[in-house]
C-alpha cells in the first residue's frame, strides 16, 4: 500500500503516522537544542556547524554525536581552528602577571675574605 492509498483508504491511520513523526521530529531538535547549548560546546564554531547542519538535514542522533567527536579531534589536532579564547592569559612563571609584579634583580653582595 502506498502512502496516498493509506491516506485515502486509512486516514486516521495516516494523520496518527504523521502526528508520530512529527513528534519525533520535535524531540530530535529539541535535542541537538539542548546539545548546542551546553556550556562546554560553546565557543567552538565547528561544533555548532555540526548541531546546525543535523538540525536543517535531520540526521539521526547517533551520527550527530560521531560528527561532533568528529569536529573536536580536527579542533585539537590543529590548535589553530579553535576559536581564540577570551579568558585572561594566566601569569608566566616568572610571576609577571595581572595583579602580581616582575621579579626585581638583585646585585650580587660580594664580601671580602
Same mark, same amino acid.
Given at each position: 500500500m502506498?502512502?496516498a492509498e493509506?491516506?485515502? =483508504?486509512?486516514p486516521?491511520?495516516y494523520?496518527?503516522?504523521?502526528?508520530?513523526?512529527?513528534?519525533? #521530529?520535535? #524531540?530530535r531538535?529539541? #535535542?541537538?537544542?539542548a546539545? =548546542?547549548? +551546553?556550556p %562546554?560546546?560553546?565557543?567552538?564554531?565547528q561544533? !555548532? !556547524?555540526?548541531?546546525?547542519? !543535523?538540525?536543517?538535514?535531520?540526521?539521526?542522533?547517533?551520527k550527530v554525536?560521531? =560528527?561532533?567527536?568528529?569536529a +573536536? +579531534?580536527?579542533?585539537r589536532n590543529?590548535?589553530?581552528r579553535?576559536q581564540?579564547?577570551?579568558? %585572561?592569559?594566566?601569569?608566566d612563571i616568572?610571576?609577571s602577571?595581572p595583579?602580581m609584579?616582575a621579579?626585581?634583580?638583585? #646585585?650580587?653582595v660580594i664580601t671580602?675574605?
Amino acid at each position: 500500500m502506498t502512502k496516498a492509498e493509506l491516506k485515502k =483508504k486509512r486516514p486516521d491511520v495516516y494523520d496518527s503516522w504523521v502526528d508520530e513523526g512529527v513528534m519525533i #521530529e520535535r #524531540e530530535r531538535i529539541k #535535542e541537538l537544542t539542548a546539545i =548546542k547549548a +551546553l556550556p %562546554e560546546y560553546r565557543g567552538i564554531p565547528q561544533v !555548532a !556547524a555540526v548541531l546546525d547542519k !543535523a538540525i536543517a538535514n535531520g540526521t539521526p542522533i547517533g551520527k550527530v554525536n560521531t =560528527k561532533i567527536v568528529g569536529a +573536536l +579531534l580536527k579542533v585539537r589536532n590543529d590548535p589553530c581552528r579553535a576559536q581564540a579564547s577570551t579568558d %585572561e592569559s594566566p601569569p608566566d612563571i616568572m610571576g609577571s602577571g595581572p595583579g602580581m609584579s616582575a621579579p626585581t634583580k638583585k #646585585e650580587p653582595v660580594i664580601t671580602e675574605v
